[in-house]
C-alpha cells in the first residue's frame, strides 16, 4: 500500500486529470462549437490550479497569471472562436475522417502512456507539484498534438494548438513556478497573436474551400 | 449479537427482499421527474406475487435450458452479495471465499445462463436481445478488469473488504486513480443494468433492446425470476458501488443487533439515494444509438486505464 497523498498534492492530480480528461472529450465532440466551450472549461480548471497553487505555494505571482489567463484563456479566445464560427456558419460538422469509433481514443491512450513513461523514466521531480501532475501534464500536451493531427477540421487544429499551450503552462508551473511574469504573459501574448492568426487561416480556408475540413485541401489545383 | 453466519444470511436476505423495493422507488421518482404520477412504491412486489400465481407458458421445441436458465441466474446473482461488504465492515466467513473476480464471475455466469435460455426459446428478438448482452458485455470486461487491477495495487489484495476499508481509513485525502475508477466503474453499473444512455429499461422498442429482450419469451414464475434476478442484480452492483467504492460507512462492525439493523437501513438508504441519481441521469440524457454504445464504454475504459496509470507513474 502506498503512501497516501496529501490533500493539496491529490487535488493537484485530480485537476490535472481533469484536463487531461477534457482533452479526450474534444477528441470526440462531435461539434466544433462543443470544443471551444470544452477548451474554455480545461483553460478555467488550469486558472483554477494556478490560483491554488500560488496560495498553497506562497507564489503572489501566480495570480497576476491566474487573473490574466482567466481574463484571455476563458473569456477572449473562446468568445472570439464562437463569434467566428457563428460568422462563418458552419453548423454541425461532419465527423472528422481520419480513424472512427473508440480507435482515435485508443491511439490517445496508448500516446498519453508513452508520455506518462517517458517522463517518469527522465527523473524529474517538482517541488511545487506532485510528480503525477507532471506527468499528466505531459500527457496533455501529446494528446492534444494526436487531436491536431487526427482531427480533419481547422477549428480542431485551432484548439488543439490552444490546449497544447494549457498543458505547456501546467509544466512550466511544475518546473519553474519563479518564472519571472513577463515570461508568462509573453506566453500568453503568443496565444493571443496565434489566435489572430488561426481566425485569418480559417476565414481564408473557408472562403476557398467553402468549408472548414481540412478534407478538401488534397486536391489538386491546375 | 447475531452470529456470524447469521449476519451472512441476512446480507443475502436483504438484498433478496430490498431489490424489488429499491426498483419500485427509482421507477416513482423516474415518472415523478417526466410529470406522471407513476407506479405505486410497492409495485415490483405486487408484479412479483401476480406472476408467480401465472401459468408457465414454453415456446414449442425449446428445451429444459430455457426453464433453468432463470433459476440458475437467479441463484448466481444471490452467491455475490455473500462475498462483498453488503451489512458489514468486517469479512463474514464466506465472504473470503472469492475476490473481486470471483464476484464477478459469478455475475456474469448468471448472464451467460440467461443468454442460454433467450437463446434456446429460439424467438428472433431474445436471440438478439441475448448476443447484444455477449457483445457488450464483452466490451465492458476491460474495464472491470482494470477496476479490479487499481483495487489490487491499492491494498496489495483483490478483496472488495480491504478497498472498503482503505476508502474508509483516508476520508480527507482522495486518491485521483479511485475517483477515476469510481467513475469509471459507475460507468459499468450504467450500463450492466440497462440505464438510459445504453438502453431504455421501461420501454419496449425492439430495436434499441438489449436486457428488456432476453425475456420476452419467458412468462409466469421464471420470467418472475428474471425481474426479480434483474432487481437484485442492479442492487448487486449499486452495493458495490457504494459499499466498496464510495461510501462505505454506516456499516456494522460488530454482530449487534442495532448495529446491523442501522446498516440494512443505511444501505437501503444509499441504494435509494444512488436510485435517484440514476433516475435524474435518465431523464437527462438521451439513448445513444446501437453503434454508439462502443464510443461510451471506450470512455469507461480510458478512466479505467488512466487510474491505473496515474497510480502507477504517481503512487497515488
Redesign the interface.
Known amino acids: 500500500?502506498?503512501?497516501?497523498?496529501?490533500?493539496y498534492?491529490?487535488?493537484a492530480?485530480?485537476a490535472a486529470?481533469l484536463v487531461?480528461?477534457t482533452e479526450?472529450a474534444m477528441l470526440?465532440a462531435p461539434q466544433l462549437r462543443s470544443q471551444v466551450r470544452l477548451y474554455a472549461f480545461q483553460s478555467l480548471v488550469v486558472v483554477v490550479l494556478t490560483a491554488v497553487t500560488g496560495a498553497v505555494r506562497c507564489h503572489p505571482d501566480l495570480y497576476i497569471l491566474a487573473a490574466l489567463s482567466l481574463l484571455l484563456k476563458v473569456v477572449i479566445v473562446p468568445a472570439l472562436m464562437l463569434r467566428l464560427l457563428r460568422e462563418l456558419d458552419v453548423g454541425q460538422l461532419h465527423h472528422p475522417a481520419g480513424g472512427g469509433?473508440?480507435s482515435m481514443?485508443?491511439v490517445a491512450?496508448a500516446v498519453?502512456?508513452f508520455g506518462?513513461?517517458a517522463?517518469?523514466s527522465l527523473g524529474f521531480h517538482s517541488k511545487i507539484l506532485?510528480?503525477?501532475?507532471l506527468?499528466?501534464a505531459v500527457a496533455v500536451v501529446l494528446v492534444a498534438f494526436v487531436l491536431v493531427v487526427l482531427r480533419s477540421d481547422v477549428v480542431s487544429q485551432a484548439v488543439g494548438f490552444f490546449s497544447v499551450e494549457n498543458g505547456v503552462s501546467i509544466v512550466s508551473m511544475a518546473i519553474a513556478a519563479g518564472l519571472p511574469v513577463v515570461v508568462e504573459v509573453s506566453f500568453l501574448f503568443d496565444l493571443l497573436v496565434a489566435v489572430v492568426v488561426f481566425g485569418l487561416i480559417m476565414r481564408a480556408h473557408h472562403a476557398r474551400a467553402g468549408t472548414l475540413s481540412t478534407g478538401a485541401l488534397d486536391r489538386l489545383r491546375g | 449479537m447475531i452470529a456470524p453466519a447469521g449476519v451472512q444470511a441476512l446480507q443475502v436476505l436483504t438484498v433478496l427482499c430490498g431489490a424489488p423495493l429499491v426498483s419500485g422507488v427509482t421507477s416513482h421518482i423516474e415518472a415523478r421527474l417526466q410529470g406522471r404520477r407513476g407506479p405505486r412504491v410497492l409495485q415490483p412486489y405486487y408484479d412479483l406475487a401476480k406472476l408467480f400465481r401465472k401459468e408457465t407458458v414454453v415456446p414449442e421445441g425449446s428445451s429444459w435450458v430455457f426453464l433453468a436458465g432463470p433459476v440458475v441466474a437467479f441463484g448466481c446473482y444471490l452467491i455475490v452479495p455473500l462475498l462483498i461488504p453488503v451489512l458489514t465492515t468486517y469479512g463474514l466467513p464466506l465472504g473470503y471465499m472469492g475476490d473481486i473476480l470471483g464476484g464477478g464471475m459469478v455475475l456474469a455466469l448468471g448472464g451467460f445462463a440467461a443468454a442460454l435460455a433467450a437463446s434456446d426459446s429460439g424467438a428472433p428478438y431474445a436471440q438478439l436481445g441475448a448476443s447484444r448482452a455477449m457483445t457488450f458485455g464483452a466490451l465492458t470486461e476491460p474495464t472491470v478488469l482494470f477496476v479490479v487491477f487499481i483495487v489490487a495495487m491499492?491494498?496489495?489484495t483483490d478483496l472488495p473488504y480491504a478497498l472498503a476499508a482503505?476508502v474508509r481509513s483516508?476520508s480527507?485525502?482522495?486518491?485521483?486513480s479511485h475517483?477515476?475508477v469510481a467513475a469509471a466503474f459507475f460507468l459499468v453499473v450504467l450500463a450492466d443494468t440497462g440505464r438510459i444512455p445504453v438502453e431504455t429499461h421501461s420501454g419496449t422498442l425492439e430495436l434499441g433492446m438489449i436486457d428488456e429482450a432476453r425475456t420476452l419469451e419467458h412468462s409466469g414464475a421464471p420470467f418472475a425470476l428474471t425481474k426479480w434476478g434483474s432487481a437484485i442484480k442492479q442492487l448487486v452492483l449499486y452495493t458495490i458501488f457504494i459499499n466498496v467504492f464510495v461510501a462505505p460507512w454506516g456499516l456494522a462492525s460488530s454482530g449487534k443487533v442495532v448495529d446491523v439493523v442501522a446498516a440494512v437501513l443505511s444501505l437501503l438508504g444509499k441504494a435509494l439515494l444512488l436510485g435517484v441519481v440514476f433516475a435524474v441521469i435518465d431523464n437527462s440524457f438521451s439513448k445513444l444509438r446501437l453503434f454508439k454504445i462502443?464510443?461510451y464504454?471506450?470512455?469507461a475504459?480510458?478512466?479505467a486505464?488512466?487510474g491505473v496509470?496515474?497510480?502507477?507513474?504517481?503512487?497515488?
Open positions: 500500500m502506498g503512501p497516501v497523498p496529501s490533500g498534492a491529490s487535488g492530480d485530480v486529470l487531461l480528461l479526450f470526440r469509433g473508440g481514443v485508443l491512450i498519453s502512456v506518462f513513461f517522463l517518469r506532485p510528480t503525477a501532475t506527468s499528466v | 491499492i491494498t496489495s482503505t483516508t480527507e485525502a482522495v486518491r485521483p475517483v477515476l462502443t464510443e464504454l471506450a470512455a475504459f480510458l478512466l486505464c488512466l496509470i496515474v497510480f502507477y507513474v504517481g503512487g497515488a
